[in-house]
């Protein structure tokens, strides 16, 4: 029978924030006496980011094309525990225990297109003359976001947005639209309450319909062959506003998006980063284009108590996280010891998953999918509630959203 290796941790799903420490224990059973170099218990956190391009060039005066392999990676942790050195291993169940602190700036776990951060715990048997074993366990690390650290994410957006009509030899007054939203952050399972205000003077054009969109931005950044960056986005949640903007007429329309179960907006410099906006698309129909607004936000992994839908419920649950500077306690609500934590969800906006192809086939875990919190009671009431509490539904989470 082949080796068996049985990983477990001090909580029921492994998901831990940066500041944290990871603590659990390897249960090995081996069938047979194995000759090994050593056993030893690997803890791994890095980045990679990978894509091609083709491109065309002449030789000897014909033309030929070629594919560029763009790369970079990034370590963010690396330990190595000895727990059995060289000689016969002998056959049985082995139990090993580990501890591995996190540092603060581990960002966080994610999987995209063209590259992922990633975090594994692995046991590996070396073995002389033969490939080793090698068992692993990934697991999601979330670096804390808590937007009340940030008092400028309280400051309301606002964007406006002109628009001149013009088909020669005729022109037409200007529609006017100007979003607003009440915070710069929200986390995940908050709802995003905007108003948009569309002034439409123009003479002789009505407006076709409002589109609002959620986007995930990820920039990824490579090193090899030369630095070179790349973009793909996200449509995670959007909502449509059919009604028209007659000539002439104004309106006024509140509505609200859903953000779905996402990492955080990137606060470091790295190989990846991930941003968040919304874009606002009036039609226009006709000949025109578009009249777009595009407002970035902030996606935290701890809402703003002002932003919820019961400010005075949520500010007694805001925790202190491991990134709270130092004299600023006294400053925070708090802990929310006896409340409901938020809900972990799987993500739901990857299409085309990054393959690692420098590990070998039998030890990937590309099948991972990293999992977000959701502050389900931020969010306004649309199901049975989980308990008695009146600030504490269940939310019903959109449809897979779309790729671009």
């Known amino acids: 029978m082949p080796s068996t290796c049985v990983f477990s941790f001090d909580r029921p799903n492994p998901i831990y924030y940066s500041g944290e420490t990871i603590n659990g224990r390897v249960v090995l059973t081996n069938s047979s006496n194995k000759s090994v170099n050593a056993v030893y218990i690997l803890f791994e956190g890095a980045a990679k980011v990978r894509w091609e391009e083709h491109r065309t060039r002449t030789v000897n005066g014909r033309t030929e094309t070629y594919t560029v392999h763009f790369r970079a990676s990034e370590s963010y942790l690396n330990t190595c525990t000895n727990v059995f050195g060289e000689g016969e291993f002998p056959a049985g169940t082995h139990t090993y225990t580990f501890s591995i602190p996190l540092p603060l700036e581990c960002p966080t776990s994610c999987v995209e297109k063209y590259g992922k951060i990633a975090y594994e715990v692995s046991l590996v048997m070396d073995r002389s003359w033969r490939f080793n074993n090698v068992f692993k366990q990934p697991l999601t690390v979330l670096q804390t976001y808590n937007l009340n650290m940030y008092p400028e994410m309280l400051v309301p957006l606002k964007n406006e947005d002109i628009k001149y009509f013009c088909c020669w030899p005729f022109s037409s007054g200007p529609v006017i639209s100007t979003l607003t939203i009440p915070f710069g952050g929200y ?218």
């Open 187 to 404: 986390a995940p399972g908050q709802r995003i309450h905007y108003t948009l205000q569309i002034d439409n003077q123009s003479h002789g054009y009505d407006l076709h319909g409002i589109e609002l969109s959620l986007i995930q931005i990820y920039e990824f950044k490579a090193t090899s062959p030369s630095y070179k960056s790349r973009k793909h986005s996200n449509v995670l949640s959007e909502e449509y506003q059919p009604e028209r903007v007659r000539r002439l007429s104004k309106r006024l329309i509140n509505a609200s998006l859903v953000i779905p179960p996402v990492p955080p907006s990137t606060r470091q410099q790295g190989i990846i980063k991930v941003t968040y906006q919304i874009k606002m698309a009036i039609k226009t129909g006709d000949c025109h284009r578009d009249s777009d607004i595009h407002m970035p936000i902030t996606v935290g992994t701890i809402p703003l108590a002002q932003s919820a839908e019961n400010p005075a419920n949520a500010s007694e649950w805001i925790p202190q996280t491991p990134d709270t500077p130092a004299g600023a306690a006294a400053d925070l609500p708090p802990s929310y010891d006896h409340c409901l934590p938020p809900s972990f969800e799987e993500a739901t906006h990857i299409g085309s998953k990054f393959v690692d192809t420098d590990v070998n086939e039998h030890n990937r875990t590309d099948d991972f999918i990293p999992r977000y919190p959701m502050y389900t009671n931020f969010a306004t009431p649309s199901a049975p509630l989980l308990d008695d509490r009146p600030d504490v539904p269940t939310l019903i989470l959109p449809s897979a959203p779309r790729l671009n």
